[in-house]
């Protein structure tokens, strides 16, 4: 261990709800811990969302554990402002003791533990649960002529409104719900060509989130098969209201870029001014390498959160670690087992939540 580095038992390593949940149940054992967050500010991925997205589900069914989320004034579903005010005060109810603008630069093994580097310094930790989400890494593919291509491009993680598009026209990239929802924002703006790799799935309209988390827990337990993926789109009023307009109407992906737009196979050719990749993250996991960990498809080998070395935690980032992890309800199940298998040893001291 290096004489000048802080002691901690468990060092969680981001600060957004997957943090938060786990700091909740670390808590909860009486076990030591810190967490280390990059931002300036409480919230997570939810600070940079584009304006209009909305949840999937009532703020009852987007709640941590402990503490559920309180309604929104207007009674729908919550926005992203929402969260991050309930993120913010859950922080404080439960005293999690985050520090904030530290970012974790590497994680090396050490006697006892982990020694975790910093943008501020060092720490030695018995555990360290991963919590450092996505969005820092947004994924977009490699296509033909990428390079050539005098437009702008842009990922959904950096779109924010649609106006500044007004006019122009956009290919908005990608099948999932990003890609219908911001095709739908910026429809009524722009001319908006809407390209999927496949058909997009639309679920029916009385599918929120609750349903598919219910879904998703049977399916968990063996039990029935359900509605589709959680990746499937939910037919969120917006989407819904484009959809019915006929303003989503989707094209094959196409082919390559050309310097002024893009062409599909069937030498179809079309100008572009913007494209907007909503083409998915990859879990922010570089602080890692040090670890020289086994990947399969670019993430971890894991049994649901866990390594191989039980201090060692992944929580939140995908299904790959927990399904529906990365949701709000989902991921408390998960930041409760990993706590679990990480200080066995440690009983729970409370016997019912605040
Ligand atoms: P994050 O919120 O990304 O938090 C990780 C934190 O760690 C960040 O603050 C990050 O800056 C920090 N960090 C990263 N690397 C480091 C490092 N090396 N050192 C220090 N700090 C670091 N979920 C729902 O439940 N309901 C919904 O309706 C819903 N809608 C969604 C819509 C969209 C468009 C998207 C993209 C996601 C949606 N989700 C929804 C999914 C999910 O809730 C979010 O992705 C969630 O933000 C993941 O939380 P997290 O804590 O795992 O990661």
């Excluded at 309209?205 to 993926?229: N, P, S």
Aim: hydrophobic fraction near 40%; charged fraction near 20%; glycine fraction near 12%.
């Amino acid at each position: 261990t290096e004489r000048s580095a802080q002691q901690v038992r468990a060092l969680v390593v981001g600060g957004g709800q997957a943090g938060l949940a786990t700091a909740f149940y670390l808590r909860r054992r009486g076990i030591e811990h810190v967490v280390l967050d990059d931002q300036a500010r409480p919230g997570g991925a939810w600070l940079h969302t584009w304006d209009s997205l909305r949840l999937f589900s009532p703020a009852a069914y987007s709640s941590l554990p402990g503490w559920p989320m309180p309604p929104p004034a207007d009674e729908g579903y919550p926005d992203a402002a929402h969260v991050v005010d309930y993120l913010a005060r859950y922080e404080q109810r439960y005293d999690i003791p985050v520090r904030r603008g530290e970012r974790v630069t590497a994680v090396e093994h050490a006697e006892n533990g982990f020694t975790v580097r910093t943008s501020r310094g060092t720490w030695h930790a018995a555990a360290v649960l991963n919590a450092t989400g996505t969005w820092s890494r947004p994924f977009v593919p490699t296509y033909p002529g990428a390079g050539a291509f005098c437009g702008n491009q842009v990922h959904s993680a950096a779109y924010r409104s649609p106006e500044r598009y007004a006019g122009q026209r956009v290919v908005v990239v990608g099948g999932g719900n990003s890609g219908a929802q911001v095709a739908a924002d910026l429809a009524p703006h722009a001319h908006v060509t809407w390209c999927t790799l496949r058909p997009p799935r639309f679920l029916p309209d009385d599918v929120d989130g609750r349903e598919l988390f219910r879904v998703a827990t049977l399916r968990a337990r063996g039990q029935g098969e359900g509605v589709g993926g959680l990746g499937d789109i939910v037919a969120v009023p917006p989407v819904r209201a484009a959809r019915d307009a006929g303003a989503l109407r989707r094209t094959p992906m196409f082919a390559r870029f050309t310097s002024d737009g893009i062409t599909w196979a069937d030498g179809t050719t079309q100008k572009v001014d913007t494209v907007v990749w909503c083409t998915g993250f990859r879990p922010a996991l570089a602080h890692l390498s040090p670890l020289g960990l086994r990947r399969t498809n670019g993430v971890p080998n894991t049994d649901g959160p866990f390594a191989a070395d039980p201090r060692l935690a992944f929580v939140g980032y995908g299904d790959w670690c927990g399904l529906a992890s990365a949701t709000l309800i989902g991921v408390g199940q998960w930041a409760r087992r990993a706590v679990h298998r990480a200080f066995p040893e440690d009983p729970d001291t409370t016997h019912r939540p605040r």
